[in-house]
């Protein structure tokens, strides 16, 4: 692990090309090298080809990844070769688990450890910001326990009730929810969940695992008609490569659908397919705008990093 005290305000880069010119130039990498960026950016290979180049280990950080038996569909990359480097953050849990963010800092953890007794150098790659920022900066709330008699409550009411309810009982975490966590009944009974917890002052402070002088930030933002066009192909070679077959698998394994895993772009599109209630090209268009929608909201969280710069 290198001994530079880098700063952490967001480079961005409009290429993975260019991001590799300027990477590949320095000396070393900082101890922890985290790459942020969009669906279809382009971001994990850059990340495979600096682990080879800087002999450092890869933690992703990407939701749709952590799931097993999840890989065509959600695009779960992995490289041919990683005899010099290792691969961590993927495959963590079936997907009739459970698996929040409170685990993945758990996961992290250990990896982040283990780090720094090798004294190697960490690339943190992916598209799930919440889960980075949250070994950056974690929340007071991040063990706050579960109340399932709560949550069963609150599941019977409807997402304007528990917006409202949010709002009253915990405007700070509405304050920071963006458009898409305001609609997400999930989000929203947490947010209620863990007000009960701050009121009760049964919350702890939680440790940041990489601290502000150890990492470096850099993003990738190609633009949105890029990451268009690269969707669509992805679609594309994913039909090819068994997207149908894994779904239909999906669905003999497990019937609950409503689990977090199952709301990955594509797998209900793929669904209602398998149920023929969607021609092919119905399937294709409806999966773009899904996973255009996605590079959105990444690109907002984007917008938003590069504001407190």
Not at 8 to 17: A, C, G, K, L, R
Not at 73 to 84: A, F, Q, Y
Not at 138 to 151: E, G, I, S
Not at 219 to 229: G, Q, R, V, W
């Amino acid at each position: 692990m290198t001994k530079n005290s880098p700063t952490n305000y967001p480079v961005t880069f409009s290429s993975t090309q260019q991001a590799w010119q300027h990477l590949s130039s320095q000396k070393s990498l900082p101890a922890f090298t985290i790459i942020f960026g969009p669906t279809a950016s382009g971001k994990s290979s850059l990340a495979y080809q600096l682990a080879e180049y800087f002999d450092a280990n890869i933690l992703s950080f990407d939701s749709r990844h952590v799931y097993r038996k999840m890989n065509v569909v959600t695009g779960k990359d992995r490289p041919t070769e990683t005899k010099k480097w290792q691969l961590f953050g993927l495959d963590l849990a079936d997907p009739d688990q459970d698996f929040s963010v409170r685990h993945y800092y758990e996961y992290a953890k250990k990896v982040i450890e283990k780090q720094r007794q090798k004294q190697q150098p960490l690339i943190l790659v992916g598209g799930s910001w919440l889960y980075a920022k949250t070994l950056l900066q974690p929340p007071d709330t991040l063990f706050a326990p579960t109340n399932l008699k709560l949550r069963q409550q609150l599941k019977k009411f409807s997402t304007i009730e528990l917006q409202t309810k949010v709002q009253a009982d915990n405007p700070v975490a509405w304050q920071r929810f963006n458009n898409s966590d305001r609609h997400n009944p999930r989000r929203l009974i947490r947010a209620i969940e863990t007000a009960q917890q701050i009121n009760k002052k049964l919350i702890t402070k939680v440790k940041p695992l990489i601290f502000p002088n150890e990492y470096q930030l850099f993003i990738i933002n190609p633009p949105l008609e890029k990451i268009a066009t690269n969707i669509a192909d992805r679609i594309k070679t994913r039909l090819k490569a068994g997207a149908l077959a894994e779904t239909e698998k999906l669905l003999q394994d497990y019937h609950d659908w409503s689990k977090p895993a199952f709301q990955s772009t594509g797998y209900a599109l793929i669904k209602k397919y398998l149920q023929q209630n969607l021609s092919l090209a119905e399937l294709q268009a409806k999966w773009l705008i899904q996973e255009k929608n996605y590079a959105k909201r990444q690109q907002t969280w984007i917008n938003k990093l590069l504001e407190q710069d």
